[in-house]
């Protein structure tokens, strides 16, 4: 046999496999996600902590753009300390004709798990709204800290790199 055949026949494969693997995911994997959804709503008890969950990840998704839309930091659990938050929406009707004022809706999820913490609904001059990328401040939180988002001040550019210094090989 032709060392060009076995070439021919691993490159067949791969378009195969691959072609397998692609209406897989898609037709089959979505009819298996699906029915498992499905079966797991149906189950009593299991069916409220499924979909909690469920709506959780959602928020927590990328396909999700209103999820998370700015990071804040806002004064909690007390005045003079500050938590990392998320706002979430800014439209709520009913409590700003009670209050009388625009309050937004803020996350301020806990450490290290962000799937957990409080919903706080805050006046929006009572927040500090940061730069920081909403995938920055979710990697803040989940590092408990260690994990530092770069900072370069509105209107300023980092300063240039010098260019590498190259010196000869072998002086």
């Known amino acids: 046999m032709y060392w060009y055949w076995s070439l021919v026949a ?18 089959f994997g979505n009819r298996i996600i699906k029915w498992v959804d499905t079966n797991m709503l149906r189950v009593p008890l299991l069916n409220k902590i499924y979909s909690a ?16 839309r700015t990071v804040v930091l806002v004064e909690f659990p007390r005045p003079g300390v500050y938590a990392l938050g998320f706002i979430t929406s800014e439209q709520h009707a009913e409590v700003q004709a009670k209050l009388g004022e625009k309050v937004v809706c803020v996350f301020v999820p806990t450490t290290p ?12 001059e009572k927040l500090t709204k940061l730069d920081m990328s909403v995938a920055d401040g979710i990697k803040y939180i989940i590092s408990l800290g260690s994990i530092l988002p770069e900072y370069t001040p509105a209107g300023r550019n980092p300063a240039p790199m010098p260019p590498p210094r190259l010196e000869p090989v072998g002086s």
């Open 10 to 27: 691993l490159g067949l494969a791969i378009v195969l496999i691959g072609l397998v693997g692609l209406l897989a995911r898609n037709y």
């Open 53 to 68: 969950t469920k709506q959780i990840n959602d928020a927590f998704s990328s396909s999700n753009k209103n999820a998370f």
């Open 113 to 124: 798990n962000p799937t957990g913490g409080f919903l706080l609904l805050v006046p929006e």
